[in-house]
């Protein structure tokens, strides 16, 4: 305090009129200046940017004149910061020659003015008070994700000078995670383009030939749909297996509706872990397993046919497996390929295995225990005896299908009662909607008075 009153340009030594050296200290407006000198410093900093004082002899408080500066624009108002030059002035003395070894084997000096400027610390000059901008409400997501990318923003405008000397204190420059490009995924053949399902009970028809089934208890007898059908696109959960199949139930229809849960699970149990181009083996186990856990059906059956389509090392296979009469054709070509076989009583082939089995049959013999099928699943009671019936499947070739492979059709026999294979394909290979084909299918069936029983069709464009 005592340097700063010695350099006060207020204190003026006044000439003696003896004209010798003697200097006087006395001032008769001392108290008045150092209360002005008080009130300028709580007021506004003394500087020579905003106090002038006139040269000369100070005779008179009048000569003595403050001049403030013009308020500035809200936008750019000056904090009343205390005068840290002194202490800047050190700070920047010992920083001048400071040096941080970065993670290289070069050394780097940073100049303390340059430091100081990265690290956004304007020591020297007067902090800038910017007007609050007007709040506006934003959502919360907003929100968290603007404080996301200002972080992210403060971190990369630090410089690496910045960083440097923040690692003194245990910080660390954000990681940034490079980025890797997924390899797109390898193509994939598209295992058939659409199906169509469609199923009509024919009551008109049925009427004709069958009577309703017993009345039991309060419910009244009706004719009702034994045709069961079952469809997969994403068997197992994979695109690249598909299951199509169709049952045919007889005295009732609780044993199809029984097959059509079990033979998708068991045939997925069989199938798993297993690829390749043929699955004949797997098929036939499916089957015959089925047929097992259906044993509580002693006077009650099903015709079942399966059409397992997949996709193996970038081909397409087809394979079917049936019991019965419910029939499938491939369209190759626009020609129709029979790819099951029917198991009837008046089929040649049939009558000679049941007659080395045993079991007799007469000439034009149409039917076995009332039945029209000589393979099935269920009718354990008949099979139990030896009476003609058995459940060993057919299982047709596995089938790599080719660009000249259309589509392929499964149906139950009330569609084969009135139609062949051929007049089925040509009835539809014109079209390329797997629903319309489908339903062409069965209203063809309705439209003859031959047809007298349950129908179901499935087409798949392959």
Known sequence: MKERNQSNPFQQEPKSDLGDSTTSTFDPFEEEKERWLAQAKTKKPASKANMRIKKGRVNDLSDLVFEETKPKPKTAMKSQAPDLTNEVSDLLNSLNNFSVEPSTSDSINISADKLLESLGLGLLADPVIEPTPEIVSKPAEVQRQESK????????????????????FGKKPPKTAAKVEKAPPPPSLSLFRQYGLKEDMNKKGISKVKKPQMKVGKHKAKLQMEDVSF???????????????VYDGHVDKNAALAAKKLLPKELEKQLKGKEGRCHREVLRQTFLSVDRQLAEFEFEGATATAALLWQFQDEKFLQVANVGDSTAFLCRNGKAVMISQDHKVTDLAEQQR???AGFSVSEGQTRINGLAVSRSLGDHFIKQNALGMIIEPYVHESIKLEPTDSFFIVASDGLWDVMSGQEAVDSIKDMDNGEKMAKRLVAGALSSPKCTDNITAIVVIL
């Not at 200002?150 to 690692?167: P, V």
């Not at 469809?231 to 199949?245: E, G, I, R, T, Y």
């Open 231 to 245: 469809v997969d696109p994403n068997f197992m959960s994979d695109h690249k297996k598909a299951l199509f199949c």
């Open 354 to 356: 049941m007659k080395d």
């Open 149 to 168: 990318q200002e972080s992210k923003q403060d971190s990369e405008d630090i410089s690496q000078a910045g960083w440097a000397l923040l690692s003194l």
